[in-house]
């Protein structure tokens, strides 16, 4: 079983069309929708984790007409530079960033990131960024 995230990009004959319920139903895939944005007349684009048998999944969005693009991007969070200011965690809709209440320390779970690098303009001291 192969885990993955990827950006898929399909056109807008597509939108109205089941492909994450056929991933599940009829190629046993597990998805994690991160972020989504589909508006009728125009691309829809999801960023999604999925995992199972990814190939034939795969092949099954590409011959649909889906742009498949794996991420290979990820956010790193530098603890020598971080101050645990917060900052960063009001901006995380994710919820990725968080604040322990007892140590008063950020922590971060990239399982929940997005990507959508909203906390790396929100750090006053450059601790995060963005690397492939
Ligand atoms: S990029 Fe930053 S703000 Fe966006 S989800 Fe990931 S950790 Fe949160
Ligand atoms: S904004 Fe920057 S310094 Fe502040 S808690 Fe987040 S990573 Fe640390």
Request: net charge negative; aromatic share 8%.
């Amino acid at each position: 079983m192969a885990k993955g995230r990827f950006v898929l990009s399909f056109p807008p004959s597509l939108v109205g069309e089941p492909l994450t319920y056929t991933l599940v139903k009829n190629y046993n895939i597990i998805t994690n929708i991160h972020r989504a944005k589909i508006t009728p007349e125009e691309e829809g684009r999801l960023v999604v984790e999925m995992t199972g048998e990814l190939e034939p999944a795969i092949r099954y969005l590409e011959e649909k007409g889906v742009k498949v693009e794996p991420i290979a991007r990820e956010i790193l969070v530098e603890e020598e530079i971080c101050v645990h200011c917060g900052a960063c965690v009001g901006v995380c809709f994710s919820r990725a960033l968080s604040l322990n209440t007892e140590t008063f320390e950020i922590k971060f779970d990239r399982e929940k990131c997005t990507l959508c690098e909203f906390c790396l303009k929100a750090c006053p001291v450059n601790a995060i960024s963005s690397k492939f």
